[in-house]
């Protein structure tokens, strides 16, 4: 099958996120696996959901760096919105970060466009998001304020934003119709950064360098004079949609070059020889050390977090996710978060 066409349908069946199923979820172990927990036999009840909001005051709550997620149909809601929860490296310790009606835009609509991410700033306290409503043909630039709880909308557009926080949290950059803006939250402004990158963009080794797509090549920028430092041409139409970069690490996931049936773990310094590959489909993020992959598993109605050592291949099964009373339900914008405490 060609690479392009396999890559449409791929990003078809990630759009659409349908999951549906009858059976019981299992309930919670951290067992390592090789297989799909797909037994016949009977499983234990699905764990019960905690409603916990996140709190950023609390500090025993950032020893260790978190998995942010959007999470559909919400076991507690029967509307079937979009929430933003958070939960422990090992898939446990839930907590709800911020509500539908906290982050909608005239409560409607969904966390969107398809391949943003909501992206946390580096001292916790903020969450940068894309809102969209279809009928309206626009998608929001947000923030929303997890101290204050409040929302601050910044702009709108059609584009993907590609959201990037500078390391002090004052600033957030991302993308708008090739253009790249500079939102500052102490003076409220929003104005145009004089440089353009390709999108995604990925702003890293604090604040001095981008990693970002441009069409069919990657590339490297001095983030203050736009200069390229490094490009490398792959010679095909690169989805900035299926990118999912880790600038902590300087890694990153993408449908491998080498086997379309694949997804591969690449470096910003070397992106066109994997370090890793995993089979699709599968929804995944790189951990925060760079070593385990976090991937968001479905067998059965079973739905899990799991976690693979890339340098041995082994595989650690994690909590399971309380089974929703609407049998439809996906986690999907997963990322990492939490460099340093409040």
Not at 65 to 70: E, K
Not at 140 to 162: E, H, M, N, Y
Request: proline share 5%.
């Amino acid at each position: 099958m060609p690479k392009s066409i396999f890559i449409a349908l791929f990003s078809l069946v990630l759009i659409t996120g349908c999951e549906q199923s009858n059976d019981q979820q299992s309930g919670q172990t951290k067992d390592t696996v090789k297989s799909d927990p797909t037994s016949a036999q009977a499983q234990p009840k699905a764990p019960e959901l905690k409603v916990i909001q996140e709190d950023i005051n609390d500090s025993s709550l950032y020893k260790e760096p978190r998995i942010q997620f959007a999470w559909s149909s919400v076991p507690y809601r029967t509307d079937e919105k979009d929430e933003i929860w958070s939960m422990s490296l090992n898939g446990d310790e839930l907590r709800q970060v911020a509500t539908f009606e906290e982050l909608s835009v005239g409560n409607e609509g969904q966390i969107g466009p398809y391949g943003t991410t909501a992206v946390r700033s580096p001292n916790n306290r903020y969450l940068a998001y894309a809102w969209g409503i279809a009928s309206k043909g626009k998608y929001w630039r947000c923030i929303f304020d997890l101290k204050t709880r409040k929302q601050t909308i910044i702009a709108d557009g059609v584009g993907i934003p590609s959201f990037n926080w500078s390391k002090d949290s004052n600033n957030l950059y991302f993308m708008d119709a090739q253009t790249v803006k500079k939102y500052n939250l102490k003076t409220s402004k929003l104005s145009d950064y004089p440089h353009r990158f390709g999108t995604p963009m990925y702003l890293y080794e604090n604040d001095t360098k981008v990693f970002a797509r441009d069409n069919q090549s990657l590339k490297i920028y001095n983030f203050k004079s736009g200069k390229v430092l490094k490009e490398w041409e792959t010679g095909q139409e690169l989805s900035h949609t299926l990118f999912q970069g880790s600038p902590s690490n300087q890694k990153f996931t993408y449908i491998s070059f080498n086997d379309s049936n694949k997804m591969g773990i690449y470096t910003f310094n070397n992106p066109l020889k994997p370090i890793y590959e995993f089979r699709l489909p599968s929804i995944a993020i790189i951990g925060p050390k760079g070593k385990f992959l976090y991937r968001y598993r479905i067998s059965q109605g079973m739905r899990w977090m799991e976690k693979i050592n890339t340098e041995t291949d082994e595989t650690i099964k994690l909590s399971f996710l309380p089974k929703s009373k609407n049998d439809w339900y996906r986690v999907f914008k997963l990322t990492v978060y939490n460099n340093r405490s409040i």
